[in-house]
């Protein structure tokens, strides 16, 4: 106990939180070497300590929460057993408090903060023991504290939320971090909403008051009961009530309640059995809200962004079933999914307009997952209605290609009025269409079941009378030799622009660039684009093969590079030598057609 006694003659905060953690490391790790005398003068002596305000009111916040997680050690040994009037104490020192009513309702909300994270916290690992031990914790305070902790956390929220908001904020916190494991009545009732609904209008309780409806509303429960909460909760009046914030932390807080309510609403959904009559309730309040959603998607910082994305992947879903269900889709949901495709397209173009992407950066290896998560959205979309997908896609591409073709008729450089961001997203969107519609090809030469709707084949030719090839910039040059290996049969239908593509593949621009990754991604590609058209570039093989010379020589040192070889120089020109196999097996494939004759295959083959 000298730890314990000594935390009373220390007049130095920082010896009496040295002597508090080594009680607190007794009480948690050798608290079995204890005897039941020493136990008692401990839980004893603890209290006496908390009873008297003028002991503790005048410490810092680390030491009163030193003090509250010591304490529920303790509880937690002894609440099951000796001290089963716990609560009734606890609760009885708070009712009386009448002289220094805020000091003692702090320590009472730490020692409630204490609890969660010594007894209730899921996040928090414990041992299989502790956990199971704490369970019956749990169980014991639903039956005898719990609803008179939600009284007195009430009362101290109607007393303090317009003197103290610091003690109102913890109070709407412990609450917050409780609802998870406890009768979600006793929270989700009339008064206790409308006094959220008020707070949300306080600057200081804002957030706080978020926190509970996040945790109430996403709370498990039964499909039915869930709807029950959604409609005694009245999302229309919440949603109104809901004020757009210009801090970043304001608006992640909103951004989390949109996006649970969003993906509790068609979860609501799933689970009924009558879809019909199940469609008619979430509908209106999925309608309103979408607004809500795309503020938040569209957010400027992606980490907002990224917190909807679980409310819109299940809206998605959710148009899907519902056209299901309809066998159509009314104007309104196309005319929101059209608005959905244009800002997640806005969300997946680079911020700034740097001519070089180093996709070796930390920043934008974090864009270039949160585009592969975007593409895989509008992967989902597409799976809706392929026509109109297609349609929408095409005429946000056309917008940018339209304009550096006019560049081009006025002879301009490709850059004058087009950012570089724009032309990049606009290869990038026309590159992923190939995966989110499978069967592309069937979009070539015609709109399918919709006139209005501009074919792939005049995207392409768009595409090619751009002037895009002469952008000397690496990644968009890449991008656009992978779209031509994606729509290589463009090329089959309009022969007259291989000789355009194939310049650009010999050239600086491709199998000659100064970047090292550049060719080493051409050379692959360039294979690609010669098998797929190899019947179609016969009239071009001599030419190609004379631009190739150059850079079909083996490297003279090759047989000083060991596998093992770190050496800077080596592990480049190793890098090099394994996609130089890339240009003979191309080389291969130019001569090797059986239009070929073979004196003039062997006269190929003679010059190198």
Known sequence: MFSFNSFFLFSSIQLRFFAV???????????????????????????????????WKDDPPYLRNKFAQTLILLFRNFYLSEWQSFFKDILGW?????NDKSNVEDMFLRICLAIDEEIANPSISRSADIAAHNTLIKDRMRSDAVQSLVQVWFAILQREWNNNTQIAAITLRVISLFINWIDITL????????????????KDLQYEAVDCLVEMIGKGMKGDEKLSLLQALNLGQLLSTLKANTDVNGREKIAKLIN?????????????????????????????LFPHLTAYLGDEDDDVTNIVLPFLTSLISFYKKKKK??????ESDFRELETLIRILAEKMKFKNDNDVVDETGDDDSEFLKFRKDCDVLLFNIAAIDEDFFSKAIFSMITITLDCAIQNQVMGRMINHGVRWTDLELCLHLLYIYGEAVKGQSKYLMHSSSDNSSIPLSDVLEKLMMSGVVTFNDSPILLLFFEICNRYSTFFEIFPHHIPAVLEAYVDTRGLHHSSLNHRVRCNYLFLKFVRQLRPKLITFTEQVIAQMEDILLIPPLIHKIGVNNTDESSVITRKLLDSQTFLFESLGCLIGVDMIEENQRQKFIDVR
């Open 260 to 288: 649970v309510i969003g993906v509790e609403v068609i979860l609501v959904y799933d689970r009924g059995m009558d879809k019909s009559q199940m469609l008619a309730t979430v509908d209106p309040w999925l309608q309103n």
């Open 187 to 202: 929270i989700a009732n009339q008064d206790f909403v409308a006094a959220l609904y008020q707070f949300l209008a306080v």
């Open 325 to 330: 269900l309809l066998s159509f889709l009314k």
């Open 21 to 55: 953690q080594v009680l607190e490391d007794t009480l948690r790790n050798r608290f079995n070497s204890l005897s039941l005398s020493q136990t008692n003068l401990l839980r004893q002596s603890l209290w006496n300590w908390l009873i008297d305000s003028n002991h």
């Open 94 to 98: 708070v009712a009386n408090a009448e």
